[in-house]
């Protein structure tokens, strides 16, 4: 979308979610480094830039995308094309930016109009550039449903998976990895025919237009695969790793009783086992070698194997959201 903004006077809804999530990171690493004041600033920045997008960039059921040089929004209801797109509802819950309504309803308008389960595609926006006067710039190259124009890119289908995990809803979270995920392109001769691109490796995009619906684009993509190792590893399977500490707060598939990790720290080894509780277990009890732990686990480079237990809600309740932390906070 490089013409947007063309003459400097455009403005991207995207860009500023993640300003904010940039601000707010940036803060705890300039307290390190004993600048309060520039700290202070970024999270003064960062909560004028939230009470902006709240104030200017919601449409009704949506987040905006964008405005061009002469004001005219992109990614509202009003377009002709472009209407709505993923990217700006996937980091309104991503950057912890956006109201926590808005953002419920942002994703659930991103579900119906964006998530093609019929053929297995989450689209980047709809409707395609096509014949409208927008010409957001080289995006409109593209045939309407090619690519990023309309086609699902998956750089934005792996935010959007990772942004209903983020709001603690495993089911579409998994639903949606199913679809993007390209073993399951493969998983029949038809499927086969329809996708043509190698099973095994990320593709940029998956074409949304007939006669090509289903086919995959530009495959071995390291960009789309870097992002889905950490849908997997951190939005799905919940392990992070902050220096020394190790956080567990998983989005388990709902039909699966437990699933075990295996994490390397060093030379030293922790086996990590997540449950869902049972009679007489505590849910949400958190274990190191059998001894109860309190918050994230500092990792220790002892060289002795450990085993970690986290026990989780049985699968009829649900786990808490465990959402980036906002700036008032």
Request: aromatic share 10%; glycine share 10%; proline share 5%.
């Amino acid at each position: 979308m490089n013409l947007v903004g063309q003459h400097g006077r455009g403005e991207s809804v995207w860009l500023a979610f993640f300003l904010h999530e940039v601000l707010v990171r940036f803060a705890p690493i300039a307290r390190l480094r004993a600048d309060d004041a520039f700290a202070d600033r970024c999270l003064a920045d960062a909560g004028l830039l939230r009470a902006s997008i709240e104030e200017s960039a919601w449409d009704g059921a949506w987040y905006r995308r964008a405005w061009f040089d002469d004001g005219t929004p992109l990614g509202a209801a009003s377009n002709d094309e472009c209407q709505i797109d993923s990217i700006a509802q996937s980091w309104s819950v991503l950057s912890g930016a956006g109201d926590p309504a808005r953002v419920r309803t942002a994703m659930q308008s991103l579900d119906q109009r964006l998530v093609r389960r019929d053929t297995g595609i989450v689209q980047l926006l709809d409707p395609p550039f096509d014949k409208s006067a927008m010409n957001p710039g080289y995006i409109k190259g593209y045939l309407p449903g090619v690519r990023e124009n309309g086609g699902q890119y998956t750089h934005a289908a792996v935010w959007a998976t990772m942004a209903f995990a983020e709001l603690g809803d495993g089911d579409r979270a998994w639903e949606l990895f199913g679809m993007i995920n390209p073993v399951n392109h493969g998983l029949s001769a038809e499927a086969v025919a329809t996708y043509k691109v190698e099973p095994y490796v990320a593709a940029a995009d998956v074409y949304a237009v007939a006669p090509h619906e289903g086919r995959g684009g530009w495959t071995w993509y390291t960009g789309s695969a870097g992002w889905m190792y950490r849908l997997i590893v951190e939005s799905l399977l919940g392990l992070t790793i902050e220096n020394d500490r190790l956080r567990l707060r998983p989005v388990p598939r709902a039909d699966w009783p437990s699933y075990q990790l295996s994490y390397r720290y060093r030379d030293t080894t922790y086996r990590i086992t997540v449950a869902r509780a049972v009679d007489g277990q505590e849910p949400g009890r958190l274990t190191l070698d059998g001894l109860a732990q309190e918050g994230d686990l500092r990792l220790v480079n002892d060289r002795i194997e450990h085993e970690v237990l986290l026990l989780l809600p049985a699968a009829a309740e649900k786990m808490p959201a465990a959402g980036p932390p906002r700036v008032d906070e």
